[in-house]
């Protein structure tokens, strides 16, 4: 009778948004993790207005310009063809946000369907699919874009197709193992025994309880999905020059190192900001919804 | 007065398997039973843990598909086509822990509109109807925007209740529906039970281990032990002239508060000191030790 | 004060849960003599568990605080003595036998590793010691006193391979390692068959009878209440609403709930039918 303890506090006064908003602000990692995804989000969309030099995301040159150090007009100095960084650096996040929303985009919808048949279903249904999914775990996702790069052309869609072939494994492997443990639970007999379809019982019933575990586990992926984008964009194979990106600039600033540091590893500090608020943000919301370890 | 429900000859078997996958057994979950339920009447199954009482709700259900046997709804033989729409509209559950029998992800609303949409009913009356199921079990209308977390356990067993009489069911199968309720919200909800019960002019499968509660509601009776009724008749008839030693033990274990009840409890004799298992008592029986005469008394 | 074994003194608790604090225990007071057998009945929500938890310094703050009374066992105040001479009293003075068997065991020790644990860590508390042989017979010497026929193979036992009623025998045991004046039974057997049930309580009351312990039963069960105490206490909503012996409790309860609430209960003998159930919560 642990639940009296429970009951005798009166929680029924209080709404389901304000008891969840108030274990989210309490919860200071969740909080800066929302705040620089949120920054981020923002900053990329309204990039054209607030940057100082939107002109530099094109081939501008201004030899004059170039490999200044950061100063109160470029806030994050310019590289070796006198672009203002930090405009780059802002609009490079679109890029980032853009590749985490196509990959997840794709992956979760595919990913969440395969574990649901799988997990509900069983028998055959569930061997071929989590067989499928063992043998596309086995393929580190930048081994696979290298291969799809190398066979078609080396571009950003090319990149993105890519790793959400194989990201979807992940997300089928959770919500399968999620479905099997509801797959028993009373109410889905419950369901069934109401003459509810096979549809309403998967979509309707089971899919909301994973919400939660989705929903940490998302944002968690958008930043492994930003940093592997990162990664291929720095080998040459994300979005080609000279549309302003993440990745490209750290690689093509490295030329300059240790000089003109900041060519480098601004950018990279970039990635690393995005990625830490989504992982924040993906730890916070894991001590929220108390859900166990997802990956 | 006809049957509305009839089990005839129905047998459980789930097979003992090896590490390697190979049978090496059966388990009889469920072994020979047969009993009816006349129309309008409440049949209580009693039982404890393993004694097969919820397999058997399950195979009415079509959950589980019986080894043999038939289950006869209202004279058709239902046994092969459990499971589809037109049965599901004559037969409903309800589950005994409220808790995780309503969806925690899913409005009261919601719940209650799944066995509606699932038989076709209008959209447009949806609505409707479902303010009137609530209405039925003594709920408030809003309680159709609430989520189960906020409702009490009495009032999540009262949805249940609502949503298994959504379709307007003939049979309703009560599986253990009060035992995670407090006392005096199990009377309630008991109460609201047996109201119901004559104005649908419902027919209950009642499925319990609490005896006390069996004697209230129940018209008739069965005993189950290890997947068999060893003993069935009115139940005031068995309890008051139990004829079968578990069913004895049984009587005889229940914690009562008059010395009414206990003086109708049967007197089970001591082996040790102790209350025997049900197998000690039967063994001891069949072997016809000098104990027996102590147990016929 | 008294010469209770135990004795609880207006004591209140509150507990504060998304910044706001509800208090649910109310001037709780109760005594358990030595060698008496004491029921504490209530249902969900009524504060029974919250004043076990008190006395057996369960409580986590937060979101528990105690906020008033004291709590005597043998004449000294709980609440106020040092951490370190409570715990020399818990599980030795004062033991709890669980409720549920299964969660309550640790499934991947053998029975024998688990009590033999218990007893080297009440040892040590105490400033005793003793060997590892000593040790296991004092093991199988109270697995002995809670009827398990053979002790031997319920040691090298792991949960899992013992029935719900041994599991329960065994916790009973574990409860009995260190010699207590007082055990603290919560809802013992509810999660086991009411045959099961019957015979552990039976054997609960037979020990401690037979051992000249004091026995307090917390239970929402009035069934269980009338077969094991001998006084009893009834809590609603924080509050001990009435306190009396049994036998009298049943013959003529005096606050209203008690009424309701024994209304409520359905009667082995029949007749009670429903609709008198009254105005219980």
Not at chain 1, 127 to 134: A, E, P, S, Y
Not at chain 2, 91 to 105: D, E, I, T, Y
Not at chain 2, 172 to 186: G, K, M, N, R, Y
Request: glycine share 8%; proline share 5%.
């Amino acid at each position: 009778m642990a639940s009296e303890t429970v009951s005798a506090a009166p929680p029924r006064r209080l709404s389901n948004a304000y008891q969840n908003w108030y274990r989210f602000s309490r919860n200071p990692t969740a909080v800066i993790g929302a705040a620089i995804v949120i920054l981020s989000i923002l900053a990329a969309i309204l990039a054209p207005w607030i940057t100082p030099h939107p002109d530099h995301v094109g081939a501008v040159v201004n030899f004059r310009a170039r490999h200044l150090s950061p100063s109160a007009e470029y806030w994050f100095g310019t590289d070796n063809v006198g672009r203002d960084i930090f405009t780059r650096v802002i609009f490079g996040l679109r890029i980032s946000l853009l590749l985490a929303l196509v990959v997840l985009g794709t992956a979760i919808p595919i990913g969440v369907t395969l574990g649901l048949l799988a997990g509900y279903f069983g028998g055959w249904v569930e061997i071929v699919i989590m067989r499928l999914t063992d043998v596309a775990l086995a393929i580190p996702p930048l081994v696979m874009a290298l291969a799809v790069a190398a066979v078609l052309s080396p571009d950003l869609i090319n990149s993105m197709l890519a790793i959400a072939a194989l990201w979807w494994t992940w997300h089928t492997r959770l919500i399968y193992s999620i479905t099997r443990q509801l797959r028993t639970q009373e109410f889905v007999e419950a369901a069934e025994t109401l003459g509810a379809s096979k549809f309403h019982i998967l979509f309707r019933e089971i899919l909301p309880n994973c919400v939660s575990a989705l929903a940490v586990k998302t944002s968690l992926d958008c930043g492994f999905v930003i940093l592997v984008g990162a990664s291929l964009s720095f080998l040459g194979l994300g979005i080609q020059p000279p549309t302003p990106d993440l990745g490209t600039m750290v690689a093509s600033g490295s030329a300059f190192l240790p000089d003109y540091w900041w060519e480098s590893v601004l950018p990279g500090c970039a990635i690393l900001f995005v990625a830490l608020g989504f992982n924040l943000l993906g730890d916070g919301l894991r001590d929220l919804f108390d859900v166990q370890e997802v990956r | 007065m006809s049957a509305m429900l009839e089990i005839v000859r129905l047998s459980k078997h789930f097979p003992v398997r090896n590490g390697f996958g190979r049978q090496t057994g059966e388990v009889r979950a469920v072994d020979d039973v047969s009993f009816s339920i006349e129309k309008g009447k409440v049949y209580g199954l009693a039982g404890e843990s393993g004694s097969g009482k919820s397999t058997i709700a399950r195979m009415i259900m079509g959950l589980t598909r019986p080894t043999s046997g038939d289950i006869l709804l209202d004279g058709r033989n239902i046994t092969g086509d459990t499971g589809t729409r037109a049965y599901g509209r004559k037969v409903q559950m309800v589950f005994q822990n409220p808790g995780s029998s309503l969806n925690p992800r899913r409005t009261v609303g919601q719940s209650i509109a799944v066995p509606l949409d699932a038989h076709g009913h209008p959209r447009s009356d949806r609505t409707r109807r479902i303010v009137e199921l609530l209405e039925m079990v003594q709920l408030p209308a809003e309680f159709a925007s609430r989520y189960p977390h906020e409702l009490s356990g009495g009032q999540k067993q009262r949805v249940a209740i609502a949503r298994a009489l959504a379709v307007v069911p003939q049979l309703i199968v009560l599986d253990e529906p009060t035992s995670a309720l407090d006392v005096s919200v199990q009377a309630k909800v008991m109460d609201l039970l047996v109201d119901l019960g004559r104005q649908l002019e419902l027919t209950f499968l009642f499925i319990s281990h609490d005896l006390s509660l069996m004697r209230n509601f129940a018209q008739q009776v069965g005993v189950l032990y290890l997947g068999k009724i060893v003993e069935t008749g009115p139940t005031a008839t068995v309890f008051e002239n139990p004829q079968h030693d578990y069913t004895r033990l049984l009587l005889a274990s229940v914690p009562v508060i008059s010395a009414e009840e206990a003086a109708m409890r049967p007197v089970i004799p001591l082996i040790d000191g102790e209350i025997p298992t049900a197998e000690q008592l039967l063994a001891l029986r069949n072997a016809g030790g000098p104990d027996s005469q102590r147990i016929e008394q | 004060m008294n010469d209770a074994l135990l004795s609880v003194r207006n004591l209140s608790v509150s507990f504060s849960t998304y910044g706001q604090t509800a208090e649910v225990l109310k001037d709780v007071s109760l005594d358990v003599p030595a060698r008496s057998q004491i029921a504490l009945v209530g249902e969900s929500g009524s504060g029974k568990t919250v004043t076990m938890k008190a006395i057996m310094g369960l409580l986590h703050h937060p979101p528990a605080t105690i906020t008033g009374g004291q709590i005597f066992y043998d004449g000294r105040d709980l609440l106020t003595m040092p951490a370190r001479e409570r715990l020399k009293l818990r599980g030795t003075a004062m033991s709890m036998v669980f409720q549920d068997p299964m969660s309550s065991l640790n499934p991947v020790f053998t029975i024998g590793d688990q009590m033999g644990t218990i007893l080297k860590y009440a040892d040590r508390r105490l400033g005793r010691s003793r060997g590892k042989v000593e040790r296991m017979a004092r093991v199988h010497e109270v697995l002995g006193q809670v009827r398990m026929r053979d002790p031997e193979r319920v040691t090298r036992s792991y949960p899992i391979m013992l029935s719900g009623g041994m599991r329960q025998r065994v916790l009973i045991a574990m409860a009995l390692l260190s010699e207590p004046k007082l055990l603290i039974a919560d809802e013992p057997g509810t999660a086991l068959d009411v045959t099961t049930q019957a015979q552990i309580l039976k054997l609960l009351k037979d020990l401690v009878e037979e051992r000249g312990l004091a026995l307090m039963m917390i239970t929402h069960n009035l069934g269980v209440v009338r077969e094991t105490s001998s006084y009893v206490y009834v809590m609603n909503k924080g509050v001990v609403v009435e306190h009396r012996p049994t036998a009298e409790l049943f013959a003529s309860p005096a606050d209203p709930y008690t009424k309701a609430l024994i209304g409520a209960v359905p009667r082995l003998t029949g007749g009670s039918g429903f609709g008198r159930a009254g105005a219980a919560a």
